[in-house]
């Protein structure tokens, strides 16, 4: 029980047109956890709902077996950074940037930055790989780095928790997996865990430890990637043929599409 | 000391030293001309004479307000600008101006200020600005929760409002009360009452000190709200205080002075370009030009055609318009 750093319970939230229902699921420390499921099955509300940016119907999300309503929000931000997806972008250098994920460390009529506070930000922006930039305006640079600077901001706040909202969307191969692999090293090393929200399942199928699937505002089914990744489950929630396959080096599971053109080919009868 | 901090000391040493110039040729310069020697000479032995009385009894007091008055104005645009993310936001979008025009306007046309005597018409302005700033903000709450774009389409709304009723009154009211109406609504530094001298002064460095209390708050602002909340910042009660300390500085201002445009929309513009986008700086230094600026402004709304005067919201409007679109075309500047 110590062991688990997250507990989302029965949660029911959303807007006037979309609903979360009896989401229930833990997240152990040190976890790699992602969440997938087809697009508007509720993922973004769902970290939403655990960064306390919607409020749910019943307020029973636990973080370390304290329930996140009743902490107070710096408290909460020196726990739980997010990654989100549309961030809005100020126009200041990087390493101001990554300095505002200082924000909830400050103490009342703190002005100015510490030693250790521009010390935590030069070593999230070493780990991230973006020293070279630091003079830079965030407005300026490219959606790759830009992406290491949320990153790094998210570190600044030395969270025990990070959430990532779909942190590879629009990036190339390279980055892809330069960011995965840097929050891999992360997770590893320095024992944050993640909660991520990905759509390549491919790539949740290499880097998670645990996979939520998610289908219409419900949890469809958590396991490992072996357990959910399979073309039944798949087909079941995206209505997508695909063959599953694994991958030579890691024998995690791998998903390849099907075009229509092929299923005529073999002659593939199965609606869907 | 790390290079930004000295860089930000020796920004606001630099806007200091152009306030206290601005400040000093003010004192000098108007209808009858007095040398800066002679003010420090008058200062230790000048008293009861004419001119001890042109700097000590007009001049100085328009100075004072002017810092008071442009420093809360600009300071009322940054908060807004920051808050909204917005950068055509001002005091005066909300409608706070036109809250505070109306109240005069039926004060003046009822003929309370003969009850009430001088202060009447600054208080009917005030009121005027607190009804407004109730109604826009009880508009834009829904479920305990203030919304953004709701508050500035109120307050845009609310602006024409008033402003249509104040024509209303304009063409119905006779033409000595017509004359006090366009006087004030014009905007004007001339105050006799040292009283409305020091609130305002008093109101706009209290505001100073509040807004900078809420400098890192901001500063999360402008990676919009959720962002905010996700750094810990309580965006609901940041917003409603922050909204609640421009509406005071607006109503304030505007009811000393009258209305003065385009200080708070220009000047936090043009701060920004120089000491960049971080709240901690851009506070103070909006606050001391705005004050300069405003400053500025009303000695050449006093020289132009000295002896006689224009109003000092015609010169802001002018100036401030003229020099904003310059730097646009100039820097090709992302607001």
Known sequence: MNNTILEVKDLVCGYRTFFLKDISFKVKTGEFFGIIGPNGSGKTTLLRAITRVLKPKKEEIYFEGKNIWQMRLKELAKKIAVVSQNPGISFVTVEDFVLLGRIPHYKKFQFLETKEDLEIAKRCMALTDILKIQDQPVGEISGGERQ??????????????LLLDEPTTHLDITHQTKILDLIKKLNKEFKLTVIMVLHDLNLASEYCNRLLLMSEGRVYKIGSPQEVLTYQVIEEVYKTVVVVDKSPLSSRPYIFVVTEEERQKRGEKRKI | MNKKVIQWIIWVLVFCGILLGISIFSLCIGSSGIPFKKIISLIIEGKGTTEYSIIFDLRLPRIILGFAVGGALSLAGVVLQGMFRNPLVEPYTLGISGGAALGVCLNIVLK?????????????????????????YSLSTRKGLLKIQGLLLTGVMISF?????????????????????????????????????????LVSIFGLIISYLF???????????EEAQHLGVNIEKTKRLLFILASVLTGCSVSVA????????????????????????????????????LIFCDTLARIIISPLELPVGVITGILGGSLFVYALTKRGVVL
């Open chain 1, 148 to 161: 290491l600077a949320l990153i790094a901001r998210a570190l600044c706040q030395e969270p025990k928790l």
């Open chain 2, 112 to 136: 309370m200020n003969r009850i009430g005597g001088v202060l009447s018409i600054p208080a009917s302005g005030f009121l005027g600005a607190i009804v407004v700033i109730l109604i826009v």
């Open chain 2, 161 to 201: 409002i008033s402003s249509s009723l104040i024509m209303l009154i304009m063409a119905l009211s006779r033409t000595e009360d017509l004359h006090s109406i366009v006087f004030w609504i014009m905007g004007s530094l001339e105050e006799s009452s040292w009283l409305l001298i020091k609130v305002a002064l």
């Open chain 2, 215 to 225: 400098c890192f708050e901001l500063n999360a602002f402008s990676l919009g709200e």
């Open chain 2, 258 to 293: 009258g209305i003065i445009g385009f200080v708070g929309l220009v000047v936090p513009h043009f701060v920004r370009m120089f000491v960049g986008a971080d709240h901690r700086i851009l506070l103070i230094c909006s606050f001391l030009s705005g004050a300069t600026f």
